[in-house]
């Protein structure tokens, strides 16, 4: 079965300390890994699709790297309107659904 | 691009009214489309995958009619909440997925129900 942990739960960082999230995932043969947004009240915003170990995606203060067993979110000198939930989800390649595995979530608090 | 809207963004109904939510794919064409349901603080519950021309394909426990799913065009797929009851006040989010080898899945803005 495919899984997805997210941690931390939630994280609360200042404005201007850079930190990372961490996605753990098992599955049987990964097709892809993604990386979203959450507002409260809001649907997730895509940010980032990864698809083999060793790649690595840059979104203005985010970049996301991936292994072959976790995929981490850096979160550069964030701001408070970095504050959000951001959820991974992976696809497996035999998922003839193409359905998406969430994990938790973690939610980002950025104090000014 | 890859823009994924839903309609209405609130709702509410009568106990034992149904209500029907729209989710079209606006700027891309969507053969699958997919139906969440997100309770407060939790993550995403997959309810079904939805399949233009064909029926959806529900997940263990999701009550196919109680929520009826219907795509009938590359770019529309609905959910009706039949017989709604207080506890399916939730919010409801689809997400539509892109065609071609690498695709991704982009999700609208969400509709959140209440039941009275």
């Known amino acids: 079965e495919d899984q997805v942990t997210q941690s931390p739960e939630a994280l609360r960082l200042q404005e201007g300390e850079s930190s990372s999230l961490n996605c753990s995932y098992t599955?049987?043969?990964?097709?892809?890994l993604f990386w979203y947004r959450q507002d409260p009240g809001k649907g997730p915003e895509f940010l980032f699709t990864?698809?083999?170990a060793g790649e690595e995606k840059e979104k203005e203060r985010l970049k996301a790297t991936l292994t072959k067993k976790e995929s981490f979110l850096h979160i550069t000198a964030p701001k408070p309107e970095d504050s959000a939930t951001y959820l991974c989800?992976?696809?497996?390649?035999?998922?003839?659904?193409?359905?998406?595995?969430f994990g938790g979530g973690t939610r980002l608090m950025v104090k000014p | 691009g890859a823009v994924v809207s839903q309609h209405p963004s609130r709702v509410i109904c009568k106990s034992g009214t149904s209500v029907k939510i729209e989710c079209r794919s606006l700027?891309?064409?969507?053969?699958?489309m997919f139906w969440y349901r997100q309770f407060p603080k939790k993550s995403l519950m997959l309810m079904a995958t939805?399949?233009?021309?064909?029926?959806?394909?529900?997940e263990q426990g999701v009550e196919k009619d109680k929520f009826l799913i219907n795509h009938a065009s590359l770019t529309l797929s609905t959910l009706t909440v039949t017989s709604a009851h207080p506890e399916d006040s939730s919010f409801y989010i689809c997400s539509a997925r892109t065609e071609g080898r690498y695709y991704e899945q982009y999700f609208g803005p969400g509709t959140r129900l209440t039941v009275t």
């Open positions: 989800a992976v696809q497996a390649a035999n998922n003839a659904g193409n359905m998406l595995t």
């Open positions: 599955v049987s043969g990964l097709r892809g």
């Open positions: 939805s399949n233009e021309g064909s029926k959806a394909t529900y």
């Open positions: 990864l698809y083999s």
């Open positions: 700027d891309f064409q969507a053969t699958t």
